[in-house]
């Protein structure tokens, strides 16, 4: 048997110690690089009110995806917020925060721990909603585990 410091699960990587931590590295990785492809095919266009739609339907989700189910800690969420205030930056061309607030509340980008929690509680109503019983809960752990 191996033991690792980091794995992977249904795509977020998981860094093991005292308790599980989400790595956020290859996500910021992944975001920056879809980022750049789509500013380099609309930054000659001119229209930011595009490169922000484009942001929100195809960047976003890469640095939201599994927040509800394994929210990232403190850090790892002002760390997510200042990605996002260093993309709007740069398609602003400004590093004023109260601009880059306003932008973010015109066009609905919410921060990270506003967000993280809203997902995290909706992830759990919806779980409580449901009515499991022992047997169903053994059930779906034991077919994620094999």
């Known amino acids: 048997m191996n033991i690792v ?24 990785v992944k975001f920056f690089r879809s ?8 930054k000659g266009v001119g ?9 929100k ?3 976003l989700p890469i640095l939201q995806y599994a927040c509800d189910v394994f929210p990232p800690c403190k ?4 760390h997510l917020d200042r990605i996002i205030f260093r993309v709007l930056a740069k398609i602003f061309h ?20 506003s967000y993280s929690m ?12 449901k009515l ?3 047997k169903d809960v053994f059930i779906l752990f034991n077919k994620h585990l094999l």
Request: hydrophobic share 40%; proline share 2%.
């Open 5 to 28: 410091n980091e794995f992977k699960y249904l795509g977020v990587s998981v860094i093991t110690g005292k308790s599980f931590q989400r790595c956020i590295k290859p996500i910021t």
């Open 35 to 42: 980022f750049y492809a789509v500013y380099s095919k609309v």
């Open 47 to 55: 229209s930011d009110l595009i490169l922000i739609n484009l942001l």
């Open 57 to 59: 339907s195809k960047c």
């Open 75 to 78: 850090s790892d969420l002002r």
């Open 94 to 113: 400004t590093y004023d925060s109260q601009i880059i607030s306003c932008i973010k509340e015109v066009f609905c980008i919410p921060d990270f721990s």
């Open 118 to 129: 809203h997902m995290c509680h909706r992830f759990l109503h919806k779980f409580a909603q």
């Open 132 to 134: 499991f019983t022992f």
